[in-house]
């Protein structure tokens, strides 16, 4: 019984690069959540996406950050021309949806921009 | 936009010794999720609260739903090395969106 995967784990990136972050969520679950968090600090929404659907990208930079989760295939969160400031553990998380708030999250991914 | 202390922002406690942590919020709350995240891994749902004044176990873990519904309490019973870790308090918008609002943690450190 899978839990969240994510991968990579951890993926260094030049600045200018562009970043694609995958997130497979939980057998059964068809909501999936998208988390930043810095050294030291709590984990900050960006993005809640159902099939085919982005639901709430309030949380998401608008420039250079864009999120999917297709009909096949494990959700994506692509940073385009990645600034020092983009650093961070990017976690995942999915849920079951409805009244149910309980999210579940994967090991993140570790991203560094040199 | 909805904010979440916890306190004590740090602990250092004996093998042994009972641990208690609490989360604040500013805004009504229905529904109280506690994680617990280990260096270098990802946050691992502890507890989870869905009416006011309730009270849920989990092991050695308690978790309380303030009556207020502003606030939530986590116990840690007989602590042992394995607690250490940072623990988060989080909770959904209060807009029927499933977005969750993480708080600041607790630092938990076993002292030998």
């Known amino acids: 019984n899978a839990g969240v995967m994510q991968n990579p784990r951890h993926l260094v990136r030049r600045r200018g690069q562009e970043a694609r972050l995958r997130c497979s969520p939980m057998k059964g679950h068809s909501h999936v959540y998208w988390y930043r968090q810095l050294p030291e600090e709590g984990l900050k929404f960006m993005v809640y996406l159902q099939k085919e659907n982005i639901i709430d990208e309030s949380g998401m930079p608008k420039e250079r950050f864009s999120a999917e989760f297709p009909k096949e295939g494990p959700s994506i969160l692509r940073i385009q021309q990645v600034v020092r400031g983009d650093s961070a553990a990017y976690f995942c998380a999915s849920s079951p949806g409805g009244q149910a708030y309980e999210q579940y999250f994967g090991p993140g991914t570790r991203l560094t921009v040199t | 936009g909805q904010q979440l202390n916890q306190s004590p922002q740090s602990m250092f406690i004996q093998e042994g010794e009972d641990v208690s942590m609490n989360c604040t919020s500013s805004?009504?709350?229905?529904?109280w999720l506690w994680y617990k995240q280990d260096p270098g891994e990802g946050p691992v749902l502890l507890i989870a609260?869905?009416?006011?004044?309730e009270l849920t176990s989990n092991g050695r873990l308690t978790a309380q739903f303030g009556i207020t519904r502003k606030d939530s309490f986590l116990n840690i019973s007989a602590s042992i090395p394995s607690d250490v870790g940072i623990y988060f308090c989080?909770?959904?918008?209060?807009?029927?969106?499933?977005?969750?609002?993480f708080g600041t943690g607790t630092r938990l450190t076993i002292i030998p």
């Open positions: 805004s009504i709350f229905n529904t």
């Open positions: 989080a909770g959904p918008s209060n807009f029927g969106n499933e977005k969750l609002t």
């Open positions: 609260l869905y009416k006011a004044g």
